[in-house]
């Protein structure tokens, strides 16, 4: 053996291990004939819509590759424009003609499934009405692509529904939100009368999320699952607004307890007949100590933001000295966060599943809030 030829044997012994040669002996062969994959029924444009059920009538080689994958895996797919939308979840149906199989699947978004529900989300990303490419997967195979010979639209539902339901609820969380802030005390703190960041947190996202998850059932006719991180954000909220209630009681009853000893301590020092110096400039000192607690505690039932909206956006950013950061800035992360909750409806028709990074950044935000809060002035 000549050394040209040692070097051939390398090369093909090389080949053989290389990655890409691998991959591509993984690929099935392609349907030669177009007709061995087409959509059922036939029609000029293929429109479907989520709940829709799509049909695929598979007949020569690839009825024969899908059957052996089927017997072997159970594992047949459908991709929209590259994402898995949907596993075929009956076997193939033999049709009268024995050479044909007709393969169904349901177009629903399992969102238990996290693959299934990631996939959905990338492919209605990109827009919730728009024409598809449409592949079949067969087990761990790369993807025949149906050439159906014709247009094939995909919309979540009609768009007049779609809009309908967001102009609807985006209608009812203003008018709800706006009663809550103008006609009730319900986002004012029980003590101080002035508005409550801790519960106007809490309510916004109390109502957004029950108001989108009224309109995700209402379009896709499905009740979707709340991602745990949607809960996580709730909990975030309902437990900053609950701490902002028990720390402003605390002031209150702080500043009535020191109200009461320093009221005993002026009655002891008005009793004395004959008072010193120093005597009467402690009993000035009391006097003027707590004609101001007094005069706190008679300004905390005054109800001053109550009906005003302007109060509102005041009161909320004011830590009883004037304008305060560390409320402004738990009032920006709420209102972003909320932008991107609201984009995530609109478009893909889901909630969002925040990352732990921002969720982690909502609690550092709520928990400077709550922090600052604690020497703040009654």
């Known amino acids: 053996m000549n050394v040209r030829h040692l070097m051939t044997m390398l ?40 709940r829709d059920t799509l049909q695929v009538q598979a007949s020569g080689v690839c009825k024969d590759k899908i059957k052996a994958e089927w017997d072997k895996n159970a594992s047949i797919a459908l991709q929209f424009n590259g994402e898995k939308i ?13 050479n044909q199989l007709l393969l169904q699947f349901e177009l629903l978004r399992d969102s238990g499934n996290e693959i299934n529900r ?6 209605l990303l990109k827009r919730t009405t728009q024409t598809v490419q449409i592949s079949l997967i067969a087990g761990n195979q790369l993807a025949w692509r ?13 768009s007049k529904i779609k809009w309908g339901v967001i ?3 985006a209608f009812i969380f203003i008018a709800v939100y706006c009663c809550l802030m103008l006609n009730t005390k319900a986002l004012q703190d029980d003590i101080t009368g002035y508005y409550s960041l801790g519960k106007s947190q809490m309510a916004f996202w109390g109502l957004l999320v029950l108001i989108s998850f009224i309109g995700i059932v209402i379009v896709t006719q499905r009740i979707e699952s709340i991602p745990l991180e949607i809960l996580v954000l709730l909990g ?10 028990i720390i402003g009681s605390s002031k209150v009853t702080d500043a009535q307890e020191r109200s009461k000893g320093l009221e005993d301590k002026k009655s002891n020092l008005e009793s004395i007949a004959n008072r010193t110096a120093e005597q009467d400039d402690s009993l000035k000192g009391v006097s003027e100590d707590l004609n101001k607690i007094k005069k706190n505690l008679k300004s905390v039932v005054e109800n001053k933001g109550m009906g005003k909206f302007i109060s509102f956006w005041s009161d909320i ?3 009883g000295t004037g304008f305060s950061f560390h409320r402004f800035q738990m009032v920006l992360w709420t209102i972003t966060l909320g932008c991107l909750f609201i984009t995530s409806v609109c478009n893909i028709i889901t909630m969002p599943i925040f990352s732990g990074t921002l969720l982690t950044l909502m609690g550092i935000s709520n928990g400077v809030y709550l922090g600052f ?3 703040e002035k009654l």
């Not at 090369?11 to 087409?38: D, G, R, Y």
């Not at 975030?236 to 209630?245: A, D, E, Q, W, Y």
Request: with cysteine; net charge negative.
């Open 11 to 50: 090369a093909l012994l090389c080949a053989s291990h290389s990655p890409l040669v691998l991959a591509q002996s993984k690929m099935p062969e392609e349907c030669k004939n177009l007709n061995e994959l087409q959509i059922l029924p036939s029609s000029q444009i293929y429109q479907y819509q989520m």
């Open 86 to 98: 949907s596993e075929l979840k009956t076997p193939p149906i033999i049709q009268t003609d024995p």
């Open 118 to 123: 990631s996939a959905w989300d990338r492919f």
């Open 146 to 158: 149906l050439a159906p010979g014709a247009e094939v639209l995909f919309e979540v539902t009609d």
């Open 167 to 169: 102009i609807i609820g």
């Open 236 to 245: 975030i909220s309902t437990s900053t607004g609950l701490s902002s209630v």
């Open 317 to 319: 950013c004011n830590d």
């Open 373 to 375: 809060k604690i020497p």
